[in-house]
């Protein structure tokens, strides 16, 4: 850490999430004193039980023309990926006309601009982030394969990989034989794969999380379990947290609180339409397969990860608002699909979670100052890849609070762009 630097500031960060915890690090190490407020221990939000990848190809937004005309076909299928909890429906209608209206052709090619360079290189910014900390031990760099089970779903999805690789991702087609060679666990339903190399995972999202947030408690960073309130706003801006405990002064601020910073930044001039979108998954120990790599399965839009506790099948995405209860059916739906990817899979010894995913309906993270207050900075939103572009957020915000120029372009981030 640089403890001599001249423009020492002290900067406390709202969430010890990957984006909050990578953004203190970065801070730490450019000499300010930093805390880091979370209502749960680090790793606890939606960090704790992602899919665990570094997927520097996710760049292409969600809202893509051909994966909404299978939206309806989703939505009444019980088993489906996508679920809308019809209470929530009135509220979440202007967030989802926002959302169709970000896959025009021309708002698709911006998207994917601008996030390219955030998710560029993850597992290489992992590598540097967890460097000497408990976490490294936790990377792994084997690449990740996507399946269709035919020629049409791979068809409906080229747009998707004419975007990725019109963007420098480097894929390799796989037939049925060489993805049974890659995976021998797999189903002999896929017809059809891309392997793409430069993705790396983690074998535990939450204790990658928990052995960065140990190693910045260790170089001088203090962690506090805290539940943030309020924010009173001074002469300068932000100036104190009310919390469930201790208030707390403050010099600079950054929001990193994931789906519910809408809930702090809205009160401070910065409302933004973010949605937590629910994801789930099943873990599960003792497997009895070999599986070498994260692999996607498109049918049913899901991830299956070799992690440390097991295999993780990870995915499902359910709007029901912030403070809906998680619906774990859902979870036992991952289950069904775990043997129907892999035969011969043991599903006797699961665990579940639920988390809620920080959506925008562009599917771009907000990152940057605050466009109201000069001590505030803002960095959530990361949809299905604030893992992989969470070290890259932190080295953003580092930047902006030491006045350096960040070396991309940061404006498609900006909060007012709603
Ligand atoms: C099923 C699933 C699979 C996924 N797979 C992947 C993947 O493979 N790769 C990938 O890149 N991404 C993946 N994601 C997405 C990724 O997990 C999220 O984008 C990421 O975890 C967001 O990190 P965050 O730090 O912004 O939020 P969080 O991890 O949720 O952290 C925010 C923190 O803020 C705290 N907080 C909020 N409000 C307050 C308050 N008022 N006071 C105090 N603390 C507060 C919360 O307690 C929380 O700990 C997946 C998500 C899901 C659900």
Redesign the pocket.
């Known amino acids: 850490m640089n403890p001599q630097s001249d423009h020492r500031r002290q900067v406390t960060v709202?969430?010890?999430?990957?984006?909050?915890i990578s953004c203190a690090l970065n801070l730490l190490r450019d000499g300010h004193d930093v805390t880091v407020?979370?209502?749960?221990p680090p790793g606890?939000?939606?960090?704790r039980?992602?899919?665990?990848?570094?997927?520097s190809d996710s760049f292409v937004p969600l809202s893509l023309p051909g994966t909404l005309r299978k939206v309806p076909g989703w939505l009444l299928d019980p088993l489906g990926p996508l679920a809308i909890r019809w209470r929530h429906a009135p509220r979440l209608l202007p967030w989802l006309i926002r959302f169709v209206l970000a896959g025009r052709p021309d708002r698709v090619k911006a998207i994917c601009d601008a996030l390219e360079p955030l998710l560029d290189s993850s597992l290489e910014h992992h590598l540097a982030l967890a460097k000497g900390t408990e976490a490294e031990g936790l990377i792994r760099s084997e690449g990740c394969m996507y399946v269709y089970e035919d020629a049409k779903s791979l068809a409906d999805e080229a747009k998707s990989w004419d975007l990725r690789q019109a963007r420098g991702t480097i894929v390799e087609k796989l037939n049925a034989a060489q993805i049974r060679e890659r995976e021998p666990a797999l189903a002999p339903i896929f017809e059809h794969g891309y392997y793409v190399s430069n993705v790396g995972h983690t074998v535990e999202p939450m204790l990658l999380v928990k052995g960065l947030a140990k190693y910045f408690a260790q170089s001088g960073g203090v962690i506090l379990q805290?539940?943030?309130r309020y924010i009173e706003i001074g002469p300068e801006g932000p100036s104190r947290l009310i919390t469930d405990g201790d208030d707390l002064d403050i010099d600079v601020l950054v929001i990193?609180?994931?789906?519910?910073s809408n809930?702090?930044t809205a009160g401070l001039g910065s409302p933004v339409p973010l949605e937590g979108e629910r994801?789930?998954?099943v873990t599960i120990a003792n497997a009895g397969i070999p599986l070498n790599m994260p692999v996607f399965a498109n049918t049913y839009k899901f991830?299956a990860t070799p992690m440390a506790p097991g295999i993780r099948i990870?995915?499902t995405a359910e709007f029901g608002g912030l403070d809906a209860e998680p619906n774990f059916a859902r979870a036992d739906v991952l289950a069904t699909h775990a043997k129907w990817m892999f035969p011969d899979i043991d599903t006797s010894d699961v665990t579940t979670w639920s988390?809620?995913?920080?959506t925008l309906p562009d599917s771009l993270p907000v990152i940057g100052p605050s466009p109201v207050f000069g001590n505030l900075f803002f960095a959530?939103g990361?949809?299905?890849?604030?893992?992989?572009?969470?070290p890259r957020t932190g080295k953003l915000i580092a930047d902006l609070v030491a006045g350096r120029a960040p070396n991309m372009d940061i404006r498609p981030f900006r909060a007012d762009r709603f």
């Open positions: 709202i969430g010890a999430g990957i984006v909050g407020v979370d209502r749960v606890g939000g939606c960090s039980g992602n899919a665990g990848l570094f997927s805290r539940e943030v990193a609180a994931g789906a519910f809930r702090l994801g789930y998954h991830i990870a995915g988390g809620l995913r920080p959530f990361h949809q299905h890849v604030g893992l992989t572009g969470g």
